[in-house]
């Protein structure tokens, strides 16, 4: 899987680094067709990076609903 993005900067943040990362498997799951025989990785990849965003957003706010 080949992509122009730049190489994730980690910041310590755990849920900054984790929106980033959940950014960058969304912008590579958005531009790899549906058809191709990567596609199921690269949406397993996207789905498993959205639930640690999730997960670290819930944690930085305990009070807010997050769906």
Same mark, same amino acid.
């Given at each position: 899987?080949?992509?122009?993005?730049?190489?994730?900067?980690?910041?310590?943040?755990?849920f900054v680094?984790?929106?980033?990362?959940?950014?960058?498997?969304?912008?590579?799951?958005?531009?790899?067709?549906?058809?191709?025989?990567?596609?199921?990785?690269?949406?397993?990849?996207?789905?498993?990076?959205?639930?640690?965003?999730? $997960? $670290?957003y819930?944690? $930085?706010?305990?009070?807010?609903?997050?769906?």
């Amino acid at each position: 899987m080949k992509t122009n993005l730049p190489l994730l900067q980690v910041t310590g943040n755990t849920f900054v680094d984790a929106l980033r990362e959940m950014e960058r498997d969304h912008a590579v799951w958005f531009n790899t067709s549906k058809f191709s025989a990567e596609y199921p990785a690269v949406e397993a990849r996207k789905n498993a990076s959205r639930d640690r965003y999730l $997960a $670290a957003y819930r944690a $930085a706010n305990p009070t807010h609903i997050a769906c």
